[in-house]
């Protein structure tokens, strides 16, 4: 526990000596608790209470979500350090003061603020922007706490995608923000690089260096398949960050084309690799802002030599628009399961279903009629099942035998009495009749 500076700085220096993912992550929860302590910010508010506000051009984080923030181990590590070695190489090349400008501190200033408090003073003139009123006065009580009044320290309240230095010929040498989710959606930082990077010097560094979108071919049952790599569809670095400033958006819209192959067993999955500086990176698993997105079967119909094409929009919130090629369906010539074909349950149209599943993944064209589609639904509304998980399974596995067997997980062995009367309603939603039992399954004993 960090009872004191003495103890709070040298948790500082483990954070920042550490190997990539050898950071304890008591440390990273003590140095939080002291933090909170110093600024009355504290990650176990409830996060209702602590509100988000809106930049011009996204959603700017709560308090208490952005100090939470800090809780993430590997996150606070690499980005902490790489900000830590790019003043370090700053140092080395200039004889002047480092201009430092940091938008979007939180309440902790979290990947500046530490270091400061366990270097001695460093020729930096730093310059912080938040939007909450609550993160300046958190950042104020901690640069009083640690003493760090003798460096030059500039705290703004402002939307740091809009704010201007009062001297328009100001220029920094290091620009940091990590004001961003997983593929850059919600929060504001492909914008807030876009207006800051003309502020930066020509020699200047931006913090993150890169955060490079990526689409790859993954299989859906198999762990051990190595991905396949579509491409990059969107990279913001620096020179993303100065065509947008400059009105050259044409890298917000871009397009990947579906290698040639058979990719009916395979989905798309979307990630986030974070370059923050030098070697100090994060990829998929990192973190939460290595979160991958994986596309339903039903979203995303694979159509080799097509495109997928990528567009950042930008309302209140933004997001990629990822369009899918439309299938270029063709006529089904299989025959489907009769619907009072059973497998090992016993339970009518599920055979039937399944398999215009496996038809329809293949790019086939095949249709439910309106009565087939009901009386599905009651099966999974029966047997309390998500119909929306029920249909994304069908989609995952290749045999009808490993579906039943999922579906056997779900709801357990049912009594002869429980298929009786699912299949008699089954039928009589087939034969467009009421059911001629309206009411529950009875219970297993």
Not at 203 to 215: A, M, N, Q, R, Y
Request: proline fraction near 5%; charged fraction near 25%; aromatic fraction near 8%.
């Amino acid at each position: 526990m960090c009872e004191s500076k003495v103890q709070f700085i040298e948790t500082v220096n483990r954070l920042f000596s550490a190997e990539k993912g050898a950071v304890v992550t008591s440390d990273i929860k003590n140095m939080v608790a002291y933090l909170g302590k110093v600024t009355q910010v504290f990650t176990s508010t409830d996060m209702n209470e602590s509100h988000t506000a809106h930049t011009a051009c996204g959603v700017a984080i709560s308090p208490v979500q952005a100090a939470k923030c800090f809780e993430e181990t590997l996150r606070t590590q690499i980005f902490a350090q790489g900000v830590a070695l790019a003043i370090e190489d700053n140092l080395k090349l200039r004889e002047g003061p480092i201009k430092i400008l940091y938008a979007g501190t939180g309440p902790y200033a979290t990947l500046l603020l530490p270091f400061l408090t366990s270097r001695e003073k460093l020729p930096l003139e730093i310059t912080l922007l938040d939007i909450h009123e609550e993160n300046i006065a958190a950042v104020e009580a901690l640069i009083a706490h640690f003493g760090l009044e003798d460096y030059n320290i500039n705290v703004v309240l402002a939307d740091a995608t809009q704010w201007c230095p009062a001297c328009p010929q100001t220029r920094f040498d290091i620009i940091i923000s990590e004001t961003m989710t997983a593929l850059l959606k919600r929060e504001p930082q492909v914008y807030i690089f876009k207006h800051l990077v003309q502020f930066l010097k020509s020699t200047g560094v931006l913090i993150p260096e890169e955060v490079s979108l990526k689409t790859w071919l993954t299989k859906r049952v198999d762990e051990e398949y190595e991905d396949l790599l579509i491409g990059e569809f969107f990279c913001l670095d620096q020179a993303c960050a100065l065509a947008l400033n400059k009105g050259d958006e044409s890298c917000l819209t871009s397009q990947l084309i579906i290698p040639d192959g058979d990719w009916a067993e395979h989905v798309v999955k979307l990630t986030t690799d974070i370059r923050v500086y030098r070697h100090l990176s994060l990829q998929e698993g990192d973190c939460s802002l290595n979160i991958a997105f994986v596309f339903s079967p039903y979203d995303a119909v694979l159509m080799p030599s097509k495109p997928i094409t990528f567009s950042y929009i930008q309302p209140q919130s933004p997001d990629f628009e990822v369009v899918f090629p439309k299938p270029d369906w063709r006529q089904s010539e299989f025959t489907l399961p009769e619907s009072e074909d059973v497998g090992e349950l016993g339970i009518i149209q599920i055979k039937r279903a399944f398999q215009r599943a496996y038809i329809i993944k293949r790019g086939e064209k095949l249709t439910a009629p309106n009565d087939e589609w009901q009386a599905e639904l009651a099966i999974y509304e029966a047997l309390s099942l998500n119909p929306f998980e029920v249909m994304g399974k069908m989609y995952e596995v290749e045999r009808f035998s490993d579906f039943e067997a999922w579906l056997l997980a779900q709801v357990g062995r049912l009594e002869k009495e429980q298929v009786d009367l699912l299949n008699e309603n089954c039928r009589s939603q087939l034969s467009n009749q009421a059911p001629a039992v309206q009411r529950s399954l009875p219970e297993q004993c």
